[in-house]
Nanobody
Framework: QVQLVESGGGWVQPGGSLRLSCAASGSRFLFNTMGWYRQTPGKERELVADTTRGSRTNYGDSVKGRFTISRDNASNTVYLQMNNLKPEDTALYYC?????????WGQGTQVTVSS
């Protein structure tokens, strides 16, 4: 079955950096768009960034200029480099991978930004 394995979350002080990784496996179909979403209690899940196999990228307004998404198609891995982190970036971050058939979600990795 399809698995999305996320890593790289944790605690960081404001202004710091973290790098998230998500490795997808187990699909008969290509993973087309892969990306990251985040959610805090009481709020809807929101797009952080996503990228296509052709490396076209899309970012949420609140992270533009601070976060960079990239992917390795050979290993079906997507990365999120997060710089200049702010307390409002604190959330549970979810990886999402989309095939022609359906979409899949990871279990989430916590990012906490505080002093």
């Amino acid at each position: 079955q399809v698995q999305l394995v996320e890593s790289g979350g944790g605690w960081v002080q404001p202004g710091g950096s973290l790098r998230l990784s998500c490795a997808a496996s187990g699909s008969r179909f290509l993973f087309n768009t892969m990306g990251w979403y985040r959610q805090t209690p009481g709020k809807e899940r929101e797009l952080v960034a996503d990228t296509t196999r052709g490396s076209r990228t899309n970012y949420g307004d609140s992270v533009k200029g601070r976060f960079t998404i990239s992917r390795d198609n050979a290993s079906n891995t997507v990365y999120l480099q997060m710089n200049n982190l702010k307390p409002e970036d604190t959330a549970l971050y979810y990886c999402k991978a989309i095939t022609i058939q359906t979409s899949y979600w990871g279990q989430g990795t916590q990012v906490t930004v505080s002093s």
